[in-house]
């Protein structure tokens, strides 16, 4: 089993910053990236940013320019330095791991709980 946990989400004033964090541990065999998405009340999850296993990365279009992916792959740990944040980043962020637990398997996806984003304006 690889279970993720995010932390580090809570409420923040419009143009603050936040940074959360995900960890991906259990039985990992190799994880080809790690993801954050974003739920808002009554809307899709949304894509913000990846990085894979080698380091590039990858942001919405929405985020670009004031969030920023990083990770420690020995640790298979995920951060997102967020800038700059707008009422309409208020939202559950969501980390995916997209990873094996063993050998010659598929990769899945593994999904934590969520943290909650709250900007205020």
């Known amino acids: 089993q690889v279970q993720v946990v995010e932390s580090g989400g809570g409420l923040v004033q419009a143009g603050g910053s936040l940074r959360l964090s995900c960890a991906a541990s259990g039985s990992i065999f190799s994880i080809d990236s790690m993801d954050w998405y974003r739920q808002a009340p009554g809307k899709q999850r949304d894509w913000v940013a990846s990085?894979?296993?080698?380091?590039?990365?990858d942001y919405a279009d929405s985020v670009k320019g004031r969030f920023t992916i990083s990770g420690d792959s020995a640790k298979n740990t995920v951060y997102l330095q967020m800038n700059s944040l707008k009422s309409e980043d208020t939202a559950v962020y969501f980390c995916n791991a997209h990873g094996r637990a063993r050998a010659y398997v598929r990769a899945s996806n593994y999904w934590g709980q969520g943290t909650q984003v709250t900007v205020s304006s």
């Open positions: 990085i894979t296993s080698g380091g590039s990365t």
